[in-house]
């Protein structure tokens, strides 16, 4: 524990981010240690490794808004050396030093504690983008749509949007539209995905206040003009569920999907959400809900993340990646 490895990022003398070495003296405060044993890549965790990214306000800093590990030492009565705990969102790898560190010093009150069943790896196979997408999936079963229902997940080759597929399926539905500009994406159709469209498939050439009904509900991870253009499509009482905005944040639309077909919008926040909803969606996940051995995962290292997150950047990524931050034992 003398020396560990850490990922930082750097903005003097000039920008960089790179594996370093550390002590558990650079640590920040926080009332729990805990050695890092997964962690994983988020878009996110891209920008606040990008010059410019306007994630990182305080530098140097670690990425990583996700981890999973153990208790080493604590000050908090809630949580004990031994404990199994998770962390997502919250200021992690923002304001507060994340994931990327083989040890990290943290607010007890930020932890849960990771549910029986669940592995450290397979918590972050989810991590914040299986998060959202539980979380988006559950308000969607609140619209209590029929099975054959047409869903459409923007973003489908994403994390937020791959889980939601998988989960959509695990769930029972039928009709589940991947929107993805990979049209020859199958691991898409073997998570649960009906069909493969791609966003000009479902634009219309001019955005109209209303247009034919073609979807019971949208899971968006794009934001901007595609879901504008999509609001005037989703059928009678359905509805919108925003966790995205790779596509821009601004949106343009009337009152007319609203007040003509009773449809709603909701957003869904997975930095500030109660820990009882964290622990009802973490322990859904870990049980009923239960995805991580069908999702397209690939694992990698803290050296690795450079490429990773540049690929991700340019669009090339696809899937979940988990990284390995603990040392070998």
Sequence with gaps: MTNFSTFRVYNEPTFTAAVRKAALTDLPEGDVLVRVDYSDVNYKDALAAKENGGVIRSYPMTPGIDLAGEVIDSQSAAFSAGDQVLLTGYGLGVSHPGGYSQFQRVPADWLIKRPAGLSAKDSMVYGTAGFTAALAVQSLEELQLEASAPILVTGASGGVGSVSIALLNKLGYRNIIALSRKKEAQWLLDLGATTIMTPDEVMPEKIKPLAKQQFA??????????????????????????????????????????????????????????????????????????????????????????DTLAALLAGSHQGRTIVKVAAEK
């Design 217 to 306: 509900a949208v899971i968006d991870t794009v934001g901007g003009e595609l879901i504008s253009g999509l609001l005037p499509q989703i059928a009678y009482g359905g509805g919108a569920f925003l966790c995205g905005n790779a596509g821009g944040i601004k949106m343009e639309t009337t009152v007319l999907p609203f007040i003509l077909r009773g449809i709603r919008i909701v957003g869904i926040d997975s930095v500030n959400v109660s820990h009882e909803v964290r622990n009802l969606i973490w322990g859904k996940l870990a049980a009923d809900w239960s995805v991580s051995d069908r999702l397209h995962t690939q694992e990698i290292i803290l050296d690795q993340l450079p």
